[in-house]
């Protein structure tokens, strides 16, 4: 099952499954989890709302990615309200959620940005957005010695709109 998230847990067969403890790499596991956070929409986890990462819940908001990127909330231009969330709040999602839900991750560090790809155009206008997350911390390995931990993720985002003119 390469390629899908896991954890390091699994169930042995059997008429009375028990619960087993696989031994695994522990940064891959981290990977995991984080990646968890990263693409499950805050508030969409049924058994912790808390769970996951507020971006999603304004991923067709109308933004603009310089105003995003500099922490601007709320500002009006003539054809409404931009930036219902700011980068700030983002990694701020994201870093309450590690320190939750990834103890082993010690001093968690969250930063974003919001980019025009050159990879994906249409025509003159840029058609989507890359978002760039980079996740730093430490992790320890037990016999107090600490290691330094980076994650980046970058994926596409749906177009953001600029400007809207009525």
Known sequence: MAGFICIPLSVS???SPVLLREEGELEKSIDNILD???FTPKGSFSADPEFGFEYWNHEFSNMDIREFNNNYVGLMSSGGVLNEISRRECEDSIRESILA?????????VKISLNPSDKVRNGNRISK??????VTGAID???GVRRQYEK??????E???HKINI
Do not use: H, N
């Open 141 to 143: 390995d037990g016999l």
């Open 36 to 38: 968890l956070i990263i």
């Open 101 to 109: 839900y990834e103890p082993r991750l010690l001093q968690p560090d």
């Open 152 to 157: 980046r993720v970058a994926f596409m985002v």
């Open 13 to 15: 067969p059997g008429s």
């Open 159 to 161: 177009p953001v709109a």
């Open 129 to 134: 957005y890359e978002m760039r997350i980079t």
